[in-house]
């Protein structure tokens, strides 16, 4: 038992943004149906963002597909963003929403946003986003200040701090609107959620493992979402707003 334990925390750590068996599996997902449909502008900012020495922060090519996907399924015109980075998924929602349709983007970081921003405005979306360089709690706080803006947004994507994850998730639960979703990325933090001992998880996984696990239970729990858990990309939880 203990050496799969740590035959199990030895491929995550050598894991890619993928969590399936195999990496020629993943590749072959990536090759074969997410690459040849994916839109050029994407295409540019992920090799854009390739050389950046975070780079694994991006949302992983396979979950940004699902996200236009449930993008084009429900037909959003004002959404949240927190946690852009370079902007790919930032990107993909621009392309998704009407041309008069809305963006919060929220990331405390401009620098990262800055190396995307060149392919955005190249793709003539920037008009429909609101960047907004500050941490995302004090900014959803004061967007509820207003009480116009409480369901008013159809649809919020979070990628950012996991330990904030549970008071993102209270603010958006009165921003986003009944029917509306929010997508929380790396709800399986690499798959160490699922190991038995934190003496196998990687030092710099460890505090985030113990948030997204907190997280991942207080979701199935609550009674105000319907919830879909995926084993895609690093993990992509869907939660729709049921009131």
């Known amino acids: 038992m203990e050496e799969a334990a740590k035959l199990a925390a030895e491929k995550i750590s050598q894991a890619s943004k993928g969590l399936l068996q195999t990496e020629e599996l993943y590749n072959y997902i990536l090759e074969t149906s997410v690459y040849p449909r994916e839109p050029e502008p994407l295409k540019e900012i992920r090799i854009a963002t390739a050389s950046h020495p975070l780079a694994l922060m991006a949302t992983a090519p396979d979950g940004g597909q699902l996200m236009a996907l449930l993008l084009n399924l429900i037909n959003p015109k004002k959404t949240i ?13 621009a392309l998704a929403v009407p041309a008069d349709g809305k963006i919060i983007a929220i990331d405390p970081n401009r620098a990262a946003y800055e190396i ?14 609101d960047y907004i360089e500050s941490p995302a709690l004090p900014v959803l706080d004061k967007l509820l200040e207003d009480k116009t803006n409480e369901g ?3 649809f919020a994507y979070v990628d950012a701090d996991k330990g904030n994850y549970w008071n993102y998730h209270e603010r958006l639960m009165k921003l986003v609107r009944t029917g509306g979703l929010i997508i929380y990325d790396n709800t399986l933090w690499g798959g160490t959620v699922a190991l038995p001992d934190d003496s196998l998880v990687p030092d710099d996984m460890k505090e985030s493992r113990v948030h997204t696990i907190k997280l991942n239970k207080s979701l199935a729990s609550d009674p105000r979402i319907q919830i879909c858990q995926i084993p895609l990309a690093d993990g992509v939880t869907v939660c729709r707003r049921l009131y």
């Open 81 to 93: 963003e927190i946690g852009v980075f370079t902007g790919y998924s930032l990107l993909l929602t």
């Open 116 to 129: 995307g921003l060149p392919v955005i405005k190249k793709a003539g979306v920037e008009h429909k986003i």
């Open 152 to 154: 008013s947004f159809d």
